[in-house]
T-cell receptor, first 115, second 113 residues
């Protein structure tokens, strides 16, 4: 069974440019998470989807970040415009359902460098 | 607000040594605690999950303990090997947050041959 797939694995852009990350969760997983991991820190939740609905986006900087999960499967996280401080690893995770009893499986992440 | 802290931030040990990684959390009202491993450029792999009602979990050379009342967990690695070199993260889950994981900053472990 394939795990969580993310692309691209690495992205280098100049500040003020837009960038998008894509995530394909494990088949059948209804809940999808985007986490931000700064260097030397643990991941922090940006947004959680249950099917196609964003049910927790309180940590998503909505002035420049947006996300979507059309049809409740794949998801895209976008930053426009990117800033130097956005350089980090963006992790996607999925679980069968939301809630504390559902294990989250993580993808390899997208490492973003903003110059 | 729940905060998770891991000490030390980095650790270097010779091969074969037993070691302990520490994790503390500020709010004892957790549902469970997990230890993850992260290799460079890779995602997170779950190592052990301890429910709030449990005191410890074991998997091979790994043993994780939980003292919920004092807000502490330890990950014990026996007979360390160079392949254990990675960053180890602990995370807690609290009630009514849809399974949201709150992570510590991690301990970067290096096991020297």
């Amino acid at each position: 069974e394939a795990g969580v797939v993310q692309s691209p694995r690495y992205k280098i852009i100049e500040k003020k440019q837009p960038v998008a990350f894509w995530c394909n969760p494990i088949s059948g997983h209804n809940t999808l998470y985007w986490y931000l991991q700064n260097l030397g820190q643990g991941p922090e939740l940006l947004i959680r989807y249950e099917n196609e609905e964003a049910v927790d986006d309180s940590q998503l900087p909505k002035d420049r970040f947006s996300a979507e999960r059309l049809k409740g499967v794949d998801s895209t996280l976008k930053i426009q415009p990117a800033e130097l401080g956005d350089s980090a690893v963006y992790l996607c995770a999925s679980s069968l359902a939301a809630g504390v009893d559902n294990e989250q499986f993580f993808g390899p992440g997208t490492r973003l460098t903003v110059l | 607000k729940q905060e998770v802290t891991q000490i030390p931030a980095a650790l270097s040990v010779p091969e074969g040594e037993n070691l302990v990684l520490n994790c503390s959390f500020t709010d004892s009202a957790i549902y469970n605690l997990q230890w993850f491993r992260q290799d460079p450029g890779k995602g997170l792999t779950s190592l052990l999950l301890i429910q709030s009602s449990q005191r410890e979990q074991t998997s091979g050379r790994l043993n994780a303990s939980l003292d919920k009342s004092s807000g502490r967990s330890t990950l014990y690695i026996a007979a360390s090997q160079p392949g254990d070199s990675a960053t180890y993260l602990c995370a807690v889950t609290t009630y009514n947050q849809g399974g949201k994981l709150i992570f510590g900053q991690g301990t970067e472990l290096s096991v020297k041959p």
